[in-house]
């Protein structure tokens, strides 16, 4: 059974720092592609950051320097460190995990509350 759980959300002021953290069960983690997805009230989900197998890493412009994604096969777990957060920032941040092989796997988490407002 696979499990991406999500943690670290919260309610930060603008200009803060959150790190969240997505940790994978049940598949073979350093396989995967992982992303973190983000989707606000009213609006599409959307890209955020991602990293590859290999450790490639790839972001919107929305965020460009000022989020990091690392990911540790050691612990399964997949990283996004928020910095100078705004309140667009405001949305659920979702954990993916993909691998495009000779079949295509993808698994989300549940989703946590970031929430940027003074």
């Known amino acids: 059974q696979v499990q991406l759980v999500e943690s670290g959300g919260g309610l930060v002021q603008p200009g803060g720092s959150l790190r969240l953290s997505c940790a994978a069960s049940g598949i073979i983690f350093r396989n995967y592609a992982m992303a973190w997805y983000r989707q606000a009230p009213g609006k599409q989900r959307e890209s955020v950051a991602a990293i590859t197998s290999g450790g490639i890493t790839n972001y919107a412009d929305s965020v460009k320097g000022r989020f990091t994604i690392s990911r540790d096969n050691s612990k399964n777990t997949v990283y996004l460190q928020m910095n100078s957060l705004k309140p667009e920032d405001t949305a659920v941040y979702y954990c993916?995990?993909?691998?495009?092989?000779?079949?295509?796997?993808?698994?989300w988490g549940q989703g946590t509350q970031v929430t940027v407002s003074s």
């Open positions: 993916n995990a993909d691998y495009l092989g000779r079949h295509r796997y993808t698994y």
